[in-house]
């Protein structure tokens, strides 16, 4: 093989090796190795609620006072770019109860090998939710749910769980409606599950966040009726962290 060849054959392998834990979105992997990164909890009373893509000031506060009335508490998944820009809000999601975590800096997909800006990236996004919101977070969803090896390492590094989930709502889509989000999640709702939901349209079709406000109250009398509690990630019983996909050395 001639130097050009065994240079595409390393930056394919490379590439691969970056590629290689996005695998935990196929379905067979989800219901094996890949159970702790999937986000199935121990607690077989307890759903996990979660919401990607906030702060934001035009939905999350409504997403709030919904949650407050429904009595239930949850883990929202923060941007750095949106929390730079509401900081008042993160802390207020903090005072209400709720649990931050961290979805990353910016909301791109992750699929080029860019281990520097990985770490830089997800320290800068942790130390912005620790700062601005007043408590360090422990759990990381990488966007899209694509966990490719920089963003997991670089997670790792700084100390953080990755977690993706084990249901949603679809509630990002142009024709998404309260019916819908419950009618698609609801298959899914069972105990030791974690349901992805959206507090905020920044990534998602406009105003797709009144979708998952009128879905709310669906969800949580279903779960009312089979004695299941919504609650934070912090209180689902994750088991702990272990190598569930394939690490390049």
């Known amino acids: 093989m001639n130097r050009a060849g065994r240079a595409l054959t390393l930056a394919a392998s490379v590439e691969l090796l970056h590629l290689a834990p996005a695998a935990v979105r196929l379905p067979v992997l989800r219901r094996t190795v890949a159970r702790r990164t999937a986000g199935y909890g121990a607690d077989p009373g307890h759903i996990a609620l979660t919401f990607d893509d906030g702060p934001d000031p035009r939905s999350t506060p409504y997403i709030l006072d919904a949650l ?106 142009a024709e998404a409606t309260g019916d819908s989000v419950y009618a698609t999640a609801r298959p899914g709702l069972t105990g030791g599950a974690t349901l992805l939901l959206h507090d905020s349209d920044c990534t998602s079709a406009p105003d797709s966040w009144r979708a998952t406000l009128a879905a709310l109250p669906l969800i949580a009398a279903h779960c009312r009726t089979r004695a299941l509690t919504l609650g934070p990630l912090r209180d689902h019983a994750v088991p702990p962290p272990g190598p569930a996909v394939p690490m390049p050395p």
Do not use: I, K, S
């Open 68 to 173: 407050d009335e429904l009595g239930a508490r949850a883990t929202f998944f923060l941007l750095g770019t949106m929390l730079e820009r509401a900081p008042a809000l993160g802390r207020e999601l903090v005072a209400r109860g709720h649990e931050v975590a961290v979805h990353g800096w910016y909301h791109r997909q992750q699929w080029h090998p860019a281990p520097t800006r990985d770490l830089r990236e997800l320290r800068r996004a942790g130390e912005a939710v620790t700062g601005l919101c007043g408590a360090r977070p422990v759990w990381y969803r990488p966007p899209y749910g694509v966990l490719t090896a920089g963003p997991a390492l670089a997670a790792r590094r700084l100390g953080l769980r990755t977690v993706l989930w084990t249901a949603w709502g679809r509630d990002w889509t």
